[in-house]
C-alpha cells in the first residue's frame, strides 16, 4: 500500500464521530515563534518550509493549526489561521488542544505502572478485577492486554451514545442532532461501557488482528479505578501527566476549556454545514479513552520522557510497543501496541505516539524512536471531506496539505515528504 494512501484514508477515519471545509477562514498565517537551542541550528529543521507547509493546511480550508516540532536541541513552534472564525482571533502556538485519543497513551502508561507493582497481570482476565461489569464467558476470555491492544473483540460504543448517526452517511435518519443533544449530558463510565457490551462483537477475543475500540480504554479506566482506589482522573494526574512535569495537561472538570484555545468547528462529513464550535462540550462521553487537553508541548514533552523509560520501565515500554495489525474505525490497518500507534518511515526512522479527535479538534503526536525528533500538530475542523453515495470520503485539498505539514515536521528528505508524512494518522476519536 503506498504511504500516501495511508493517510488519506485515516483523515477520513473520523467518519465515526465527524469534516468538509471550514467556514471562510481569516487569510494569513498568524505567528510563529522558532525557538533555537543550546544546541545551535538543526540541519533538520527548516522553519521556512515548516511555515509554508502550515499555511497551506490553513488556506487548504482549516481555520487554525499550531504544531510544535523538535529536532535534537532545536524547537520550533508555529501557528497559522485563525481560533475564532467570528472575531478573526488568531491561533496560537501554545494552546490548549482536546487531544482525542491521544489520552490513550496515558491510560495505557498508567495500567503498566499498576503491572510493574503488581496489582494488575496484563494476561489476566478482565473478569477478575470487573465480574459484574464483564461477567460470564467474555470476562473470562478477554484480557487486560487484549483491552491494550484493542483485540478483545469488543465493539465501539460511539454508535449508540451518537444514535443519530448510525447508518451514515446514507441512513435514512442520520443527523447531526446526537451532538447537540450530548453536548451537556454527564455519560457515566459503565453507562458507556454497557452500550458496547450489549451490542453485536466486533471479534473473538485474542484474534490476530484487532478491532480499534473505545469501549475498551473505559474499561481499562474502570480496572484503574478497581486497583488504586482511587478515580482514573486522579491516578493519571498524579503518576503520569506530574511525573512528566507537564504543566498544562489535564481532565476537564466541565464542559468548558481553562485557559487559551481556539474554537473547535465539526463538519460531519457535510452534516453541518457551515462547521459549528463544539470546544464547549461535556467530556464524559470519552473519559480515559479520549478526554485530555494538552498542549504541542506538554505532548512533546511526554512522548520523550516515555520513550526515554522515564514514565514506565523499559520492560513495560517493550510491551507497549508490542504491535499488531489493528483494523481502526475507517477499515484500514495500523500497527499499534498497548496504546502506542508505530510508524515506520524507513530511512526517516520509526516514529510512536497517537492521534486522536474529539468533536471539531484533531491531533496527532508522534515521536521517533530515538526520542531525537518530535513533532505534534493540531488542527480545529474535523471530519472535512464530504462522502459519496457509497460512504468513501472525497478528496479535499486538506488532506494533500496536511501530507505536506506532518512530512515535512517528521522528515529531512524533500522529494519524499509527502509520501513520508502520510503514514501519520489524522486521527482515530
Not at 476549556?257 to 457535510?270: Q, S, V
Not at 530515538?370 to 479535499?396: F, I, K, Y
Request: charged content about 20%; some cysteine.
Amino acid at each position: 500500500m503506498k504511504i500516501r494512501t495511508v493517510l488519506c484514508a485515516s483523515v477520513a477515519a473520523l467518519s465515526v464521530c465527524a469534516g468538509t471545509t471550514a467556514a471562510a477562514p481569516a487569510p494569513g498565517r498568524t505567528g510563529t515563534d522558532p525557538v533555537v537551542g543550546s544546541a545551535g541550528p538543526s540541519a533538520g529543521l527548516d522553519p521556512a518550509a515548516l511555515e509554508s507547509a502550515m499555511d497551506g493546511v490553513h488556506h487548504a480550508g482549516v481555520p487554525g493549526v499550531f504544531a510544535e516540532v523538535r529536532d535534537g536541541g532545536t524547537t520550533w513552534r508555529g501557528a497559522a489561521g485563525v481560533a475564532d472564525v467570528g472575531t478573526g482571533r488568531p491561533v496560537g502556538p501554545d494552546m490548549r488542544q482536546r487531544i482525542g485519543s491521544v489520552t490513550k497513551t496515558f491510560t495505557a502508561a498508567a495500567v503498566m505502572q499498576q503491572v510493574e507493582q503488581g496489582r494488575i497481570e496484563l494476561d489476566a482476565p478482565i473478569g477478575r478485577y470487573l465480574p459484574r461489569l464483564v461477567p460470564g464467558e467474555r470476562g473470562r476470555k478477554i484480557t487486560v492486554r487484549m483491552l491494550l491492544n484493542h483485540t478483545s473483540g469488543l465493539p465501539d460504543y460511539l454508535p449508540y451514545a451518537f444514535p443519530s448517526l448510525r447508518g451514515f452517511p446514507s441512513g435514512p435518519d442520520v443527523s447531526s442532532r446526537s451532538l447537540d443533544d450530548n453536548r451537556f449530558r454527564r455519560f457515566r463510565p459503565a453507562e458507556l461501557v454497557e452500550m458496547g457490551l450489549a451490542a453485536p462483537p466486533a471479534g473473538e477475543p485474542g484474534g490476530p488482528t484487532g478491532v480499534y475500540s473505545n469501549t475498551n480504554y473505559l474499561l481499562l479506566g474502570l480496572l484503574l479505578e478497581r486497583v488504586t482506589g482511587t478515580t482514573a482522573e486522579e491516578y493519571i494526574t498524579r503518576n503520569v501527566i506530574r511525573r512528566a512535569g507537564l504543566r498544562h495537561t489535564s481532565f476537564p472538570t466541565g464542559p468548558r476549556i481553562k485557559g487559551p484555545h481556539p474554537k473547535m468547528y465539526e463538519a460531519l462529513h457535510g452534516l453541518v454545514s457551515p462547521p459549528r464550535d463544539y470546544s464547549v462540550y461535556d467530556p464524559s462521553w470519552t473519559w480515559t479513552g479520549a478526554a485530555l487537553v494538552s498542549t504541542m508541548e506538554d505532548l512533546n514533552r511526554f512522548y520523550g520522557m516515555l520513550l526515554d523509560g522515564r514514565i514506565v520501565d523499559r520492560s513495560s515500554l517493550e510491551q507497549m510497543q508490542r504491535t499488531l495489525p489493528v483494523r481502526a474505525l475507517d477499515g484500514s490497518t495500523i500497527e499499534y501496541g498497548l496504546g502506542l500507534h508505530k510508524v515506520d518511515l524507513g530511512a526517516c526512522g520509526t516514529f510512536w505516539g497517537h492521534d486522536g479527535s474529539v468533536w471539531g479538534a484533531g491531533t496527532v503526536s508522534l515521536t521517533r524512536a530515538d526520542g531525537e525528533r518530535r513533532m505534534s500538530v493540531a488542527v480545529n475542523l474535523q471530519r472535512w471531506n464530504r462522502m459519496d453515495s457509497s460512504g468513501t470520503p472525497q478528496h479535499h485539498p486538506i488532506d494533500d496539505a496536511l501530507l505536506t505539514l506532518l512530512g515535512q515536521a517528521m522528515c529531512d528528505d524533500g522529494d519524499a515528504r509527502a509520501e513520508q508524512g502520510a503514514k501519520a494518522r489524522v486521527a482515530v476519536p
